[in-house]
């Protein structure tokens, strides 16, 4: 028995395990059920009652060694794990995530700069107003069907009643009504009518208004104007077309097309197989819009034109749902983000 508990003991002074699993072997070989070790303790009962007390000491012994043994390689293998392969203490840091600004903030902020480089102040109003700015000075008299083309959030009715701004029109007649001539801006915000929420519409939104009085101003400086924002905008290569429209507010009237930044004019789904996508509505200002404001229409003349931001971006980025612009879904946000 002697020379085999010596044998055990040399046998685990020489283990060397590299793995858990090597040292898990070990242990079962050494202490489990049917481990060498274990099995002297079975062989003990044998020993005579004179060498007991030797043998009991020394099997004891041995027993301690092996479990000793074990914890330390444990030990040292998981020391080597922290400093050695599993974390490369070189490798650079994580990026911040910066956030990101939104989507419709990106766009509003493109437009703005364009028309600012053109020379265009920026001018903001209420998303509260009154039925002065945002209908009866714009041409839409009192029980004038061209109202029913926006539905109003009301606050109070009555004569001159308050309501959420249905579009940035409004913006217009309050710069009319006090910055000096000529007047050359554009005012950004947001917006408000009572539809029913869809992939194609929403109760809130964003537009873009542009206003320009001066003396001698024609349809074809609006035309102009228009056709640089386009190509700044979706690249010197595209191309406008303008409809006959109808806005009270503006006469001629028209809306805006821009030759589909996909397809480059030869029909995709997007543009639905015409070439063309619309962006605006735009129109030299009616003499009634200019005299509601105290300007004489006789000596002054002017163009204005709106468009929708989110329907901008909607075509920049190609998202066909609205509503993605609204949900906060930090899934659909992050598409913007940028890191450093
Ligand atoms: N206010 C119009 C709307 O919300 C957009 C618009 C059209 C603005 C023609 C204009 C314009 O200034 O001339 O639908």
Redesign the pocket.
């Known amino acids: 028995m002697k020379e085999k508990i010596e044998a055990v003991l040399a046998e685990i002074e020489s283990l060397a395990c590299k793995s858990e699993s090597e040292i898990e072997e070990a242990r079962v070989r050494l202490l489990g059920k049917k481990g060498e070790i274990t099995r002297l303790f079975d062989e003990f009962r044998t020993v005579a009652s004179d060498q007991k007390r030797e043998f009991g000491q020394k099997l004891n012994q041995l027993k301690n060694a092996a479990v000793a043994k074990i914890a330390q390689m444990r030990d040292s293998l998981q020391e080597n794990n922290v400093s050695g392969t599993s974390e490369d203490l070189s490798k650079p840091g994580d990026p911040f995530r910066l956030g990101s600004r939104h989507p419709v903030s990106i766009v509003r902020e493109e437009i703005v700069e364009i028309f600012r480089k053109f020379g265009y102040d920026v001018a903001e109003g209420p998303e509260i107003e009154d039925d002065w700015h945002v209908f009866e000075a714009l041409n839409f008299p009192p029980e004038h069907p061209a109202r029913d083309?926006?539905d109003t959030f009301f606050i109070s009715s009555g004569a001159n009643s308050i309501l959420l701004r249905?579009?940035?029109?409004s913006v217009?007649v309050r710069a009319m009504e006090k910055l000096p001539l000529p007047i050359r801006i554009v005012c950004p915000g947001r917006?408000f009518r009572n539809e029913a929420i869809s992939a194609r519409a929403h109760c809130i939104f964003h537009?873009v208004?542009?206003?320009y009085i001066d003396k001698n101003v024609t349809f074809a400086d609006l035309k102009q104007a228009i056709l640089l924002f386009v190509r700044e905008m979706f690249g010197a290569d595209a191309r406008i077309r303008l409809r006959p429209s109808y806005?009270p507010?503006?006469e001629p009237?028209a809306e805006v097309d821009v030759s589909c930044n996909i397809c480059h004019g030869k029909g995709c789904n997007i543009c639905k197989g015409t070439g063309w996508l619309e962006i605006?509505?735009?129109?030299m200002?009616d003499p009634n819009v200019l005299e509601a404001s105290g300007i004489d229409s006789k000596v002054y003349s002017g163009?204005?034109?709106?468009?929708?931001i989110e329907r901008i971006a909607m075509l920049k980025w190609q998202v066909k749902d609205l509503r993605n612009y609204f949900e906060n879904d930090l899934r659909f946000l992050r598409e913007f983000e940028t890191s450093i």
């Open positions: 083309m926006q249905t579009h940035t029109s217009q917006v537009q208004e542009g206003l806005f507010f503006t009237s605006m509505g735009c129109g200002v163009f204005a034109f709106g468009m929708g």
